[in-house]
């Protein structure tokens, strides 16, 4: 049975040296309360140190909550650190930046599916996941500084094929949340955004012989849950900390609690707030273009995901199924910050079981951000400049999925006005995304599979990627090709034979052009 203590108490448990696992998204699963404790156990007695931190997503808000509190504290609490994303906890990414601790990132759906395998008993995970990328040992290992020299990732010979194996490992602890807590520990996760990981990572720790520790926000007694709505059992569960305040309990970066993201109700969908007309909209109904009835997409951050909202303005949203890594199946996907979450889903499925789908090429279509892309077709968007953030589930759902489309601006910081039907440029940008080579490659061009579709959208033209060379295939109305494409690039693309002029009905205020293209 499951016992019942403080925060405090909870940070006291965690043995130096020991392996720590959190599952989760933004603040979603993540135990705020727990975390503080920690960090402030660490600045007064040096405790526990030396922590080994597995994280499978972005833990935190990009401002002050989430595992950045296991960062405040200054270097020796976490000495190894190892997410899909490590971008949004500011305080690590900086002990990372300065090499003060050692830093991978790896795939978003292996990391989330080895807590199975770990749990199992079984040595690691083999899979192609990764191969090109820059978590293949023999470009970087999924090594983010000069401090990581843990090798997490070795390639294998299987059946005549290659593979890469991501090692498994003891884990020691794992911090977990959900929402409510009965007397014998069980755990249901109805206030939650999504279902994450945590029974797979609790598994994981019980089955090494680790501990199991869960934040609540509410305790009930016994023989009082309907067992179907427990998701974590309480034979797994050793610790329970019910939180003492609201703050650390939020469904996600932006919102403490939304009852559409969590099921409780159906949100009218005319209530969620259309994009405004600028080159974002834009390069959003262009994607748009793209999908088909009954299609089952994925959309990833940032711009990716406002593409719910443009379908949503258009036509029937119904008549496709959204999807976001996280598990969320249907309904209209979120953007930042609460990414992860979906208005009105019609299922939510365990975080792991999502990648076993996407992994599967269970997805039609997916459309992810687009950081810098190359002669090659490589696209990076887990680390630009000094932005260090990882893959997230990038890696996993680009390997699998037959459509795939990278969008974003073409030039960063440019001025744009769209409207009257065509694109005019006011202040051209100062960051090129088009560039010889790329820092980190999340995305290999010459991996693509002969069977896939990959475009790159941006509010001035499209490219595809035609017998693994970047092709210029449409352009806007208004663009010039030379001075405001290709003199913007450090690399001279192929150019289609038949290049087209992208539809200039999407750039005026007013659309209403979505459904003659869904229903081709």
């Known amino acids: 049975m499951a016992k019942f203590i403080t925060a405090q108490e909870a940070a006291a448990l965690i043995p130096d040296h020991a392996t720590v696992g959190v599952g989760g998204m933004g603040l979603a699963g993540w135990p705020e309360e727990v975390g503080v404790a920690i960090r402030d156990r660490f600045k007064e007695t040096g405790h526990p140190c030396d922590l080994n931190l597995k994280q499978g997503c972005a833990m935190g808000d990009w401002k002050t909550r989430g595992t950045t509190h296991l960062g405040e504290a200054g270097p020796g609490l976490v000495t190894r650190w ?32 080895l807590w199975r395998e770990i749990a199992a008993g079984r040595p690691g995970l083999l899979t192609k996941v990764g191969l090109g990328t820059f978590v293949d040992p023999r470009v970087q290992g999924g090594k983010m500084n000069e401090a990581a020299t843990d090798d997490l990732v070795e390639v294998v010979n299987f059946q005549g094929e290659e593979y890469l194996f991501y090692k498994g490992f003891k884990v020691d602890v794992a911090l977990l949340r959900g929402t409510t807590a009965d007397e014998n520990g069980n755990i249901t996760f109805e206030h939650e955004s999504f279902i994450n990981e945590g029974l797979a990572i609790a598994t994981a720790a019980k089955n090494s012989g680790g501990i199991v520790i869960v934040q609540v926000e509410y305790l009930c007694k016994k023989g009082t849950m309907e067992p179907k709505d427990v998701k974590i059992p309480g034979v797994l569960v050793d610790y329970v900390v019910q939180a003492t305040s609201t703050d650390a309990c939020w469904q996600t970066e932006g919102l403490y609690y939304e009852p559409a993201f969590s099921g409780q109700i159906k949100k009218p969908l005319d209530a969620i707030d259309r994009l405004p007309f600028d080159e974002r909209k834009i390069i959003c109904r262009r994607v748009a273009m793209e999908l088909k009835k009954g299609d089952v997409i994925n959309l990833g951050v940032g711009i990716p995901a406002d593409t719910a909202k443009v379908v949503n303005e258009e036509v029937n949203i119904d008549d496709f199924t959204m999807s976001t890594e996280s598990g969320m199946i249907g309904g209209v996907p979120s953007a930042l910050p609460n990414f992860g979450a979906a208005y009105n889903a019609e299922a939510c499925i365990d975080h792991g079981y999502m990648f076993d789908l996407i992994d599967g090429g269970g997805l039609n279509m997916t459309c992810l951000g687009l950081g810098e892309v190359d002669e090659d077709g490589n696209n990076n968007v887990s680390y630009l400049g000094k932005m260090m953030t990882g893959p997230g589930g990038f890696i996993n759902i680009t390997q699998a999925t037959p459509k795939v489309i990278f969008c974003g601006t073409f030039m960063g910081k440019a001025k744009l006005k769209p409207g009257n039907g065509k694109l005019e440029i006011l202040e051209e940008g100062k960051i090129r995304k088009f560039v010889k080579h790329v820092k980190q490659i999340t995305f290999a061009g010459q991996y693509a599979g002969k069977d896939q579709t990959i475009l790159y959208v941006t509010e001035r033209c499209v490219f595809q990627l035609i017998d693994h060379k970047v092709t210029l295939i449409e352009i806007a109305p208004g663009i010039d090709l030379e001075k405001d494409i290709l003199a913007n690039m450090d690399f001279k693309p192929e150019i289609s034979p038949d290049l087209k002029l992208m539809d200039p009905e999407i750039f005026n205020e007013t659309w209403g052009g979505l459904a003659k293209y869904v229903e081709k």
């Open 82 to 113: 190892s997410g899909a994303h490590v971008g949004s906890s500011f305080a690590l990414r900086d002990l990372a930046l300065e090499n003060k601790l050692q830093c991978h990132c790896l795939p978003q759906g292996v990391i989330v599916n």
